[in-house]
């Protein structure tokens, strides 16, 4: 098993700029992937940007691009995404995920998540 704990969450004004983390625990060997996912209250799980372990590579959803940056630091299995030029539409409740393969941006394919932290942006 793999367990992930984000953190990093908060209340923040439009424009302003956050940091989360998520640091994994277990069998972190099996995680080739690490994702970001949000989801806002009433809407489907969202993609948000995901790195793969091999040789960390990133993709990053349109909709963050430019304003979002995933990162990760494989000696300590923590993932970072920095949040800059934050938009009320950016309100959501932030997952970590992992897979074991290469990272995809479907959340149905991602095996393990964590619990999620809040990020509320205020206009």
């Known amino acids: 098993q793999v367990q992930l704990v984000e953190s990093g969450g908060g209340l923040v004004q439009a424009g302003g700029s956050l940091r989360l983390s998520c640091a994994a625990s277990g069998r972190t060997w099996i995680t080739y992937a690490m994702g970001w996912f949000r989801q806002a209250p009433g809407k489907e799980r969202e993609f948000v940007a995901a790195?793969?372990?091999?040789?960390?590579?990133?993709y990053t959803a349109d909709s963050v691009k430019g304003r979002f940056t995933i990162s990760g630091d494989k000696a300590t299995n923590t993932v970072y995404l920095q949040m800059n030029f934050l938009k009320p539409e950016d309100t959501a409740v932030y997952y970590c995920?992992?897979?074991?393969?290469?990272?995809?941006?479907?959340?149905?394919?991602?095996?393990?998540w964590g619990q999620g932290t809040q990020v509320t942006v205020s206009s």
């Open positions: 790195i793969s372990w091999s040789d960390g590579s990133t």
């Open positions: 995920a992992a897979r074991p393969l290469y990272y995809t941006d479907s959340p149905d394919d991602y095996h393990y």
